[in-house]
């Protein structure tokens, strides 16, 4: 397995900045299998290697997984002329080349993002092949009869003929009938919003609360990031409808 600098392997698994694991090492707080290890040029495997720093066991993932809160008004894309993106949201510490937003959230819809570097990752959730289901909030100018929910069961039409494949609505929780809670397992562009105009009424706030079993941490605010865990990555393809 391949070997690499301890400093390095630090920071990619956002401790900190090279130079804030460099100190960290030499203040002795990081262990290799075990042994105090102060040198930041140790070279290890970071796969094979147990390595923990300030006594917590660090999991090693060779790619890495945020779960961003998305505030409405910044666009779903790693660079614009106009528009704040959702990776100007990532903190320093958690940044690194090759990020991007797997799945696109509109400008003006909030909640669950996932940023990651992991190109087959975002294939496998993005895939309506996977059945990966992405289920959002959905505030409306109108009330949802039954026929609304009958029509999204059967899937929808839009009117240049595209065919969605058959959802999910139902009524919120709290009998708001202006307020629906709608599953999907594919990503067209606009789609929600497009479904509920095919049946006359408009989205007025829009937000994804979850993705497979992977729900918006309701302690994270709008507008932050936090990094998943591995089971929390593992989430998103736990419990797929197929
Ligand atoms: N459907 C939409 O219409 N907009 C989104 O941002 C996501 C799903």
Redesign the pocket.
């Known amino acids: 397995m391949k070997e690499e600098r301890l400093d390095k392997i630090l920071v990619s698994q956002s401790i900190g900045s090279r130079r804030e694991v460099q100190k960290l090492i030499r203040c002795g707080e990081v262990t290799v299998n075990g042994e105090i290890i102060k040198k930041p040029e140790y070279k290890c495997s970071p796969e094979a290697s147990v390595i923990s720093v300030d006594g917590r066991t660090l999991e090693y993932s060779e790619h890495i997984y945020i779960m961003l809160n998305k505030p409405a008004g910044v666009v779903s894309a790693t660079a614009d002329k106009y528009d704040k993106t959702v990776l100007d949201l990532v903190p320093k510490e958690m940044y690194r080349k090759g990020l991007f937003p797997a799945g696109?959230?509109?400008k003006d819809?909030e909640g669950l993002l996932i940023i990651t570097d992991d190109g087959d990752f975002a294939h496998r959730m993005l895939s309506p092949t996977k059945h990966v289901q992405k289920q959002?909030i959905a505030h409306l100018d109108c009330e949802i009869t039954d026929e609304t929910i009958k029509r999204f069961e059967e899937g929808i039409v839009f009117a240049d003929g595209t065919r969605c494949l058959p959802a999910k609505l139902e009524i919120s929780p709290e009998g708001n009938r202006m307020i629906g809670i709608v599953r999907i397992c594919e990503?067209k562009f606009?789609?929600?919003?497009?479904m509920f105009l095919s049946c006359g009424i408009k989205?007025v706030q829009?937000s994804?609360i979850s993705i497979g079993n992977l729900y918006l941490d309701s302690k994270l605010p709008i507008g932050c990031c936090k990094l998943l865990t591995n089971l929390e990555k593992e989430l998103v393809f736990i419990g797929n409808i197929h």
Do not use: E, W
């Open positions: 696109r959230l509109d819809t959002y990503g606009h789609q929600v919003k497009k989205v829009l994804r």
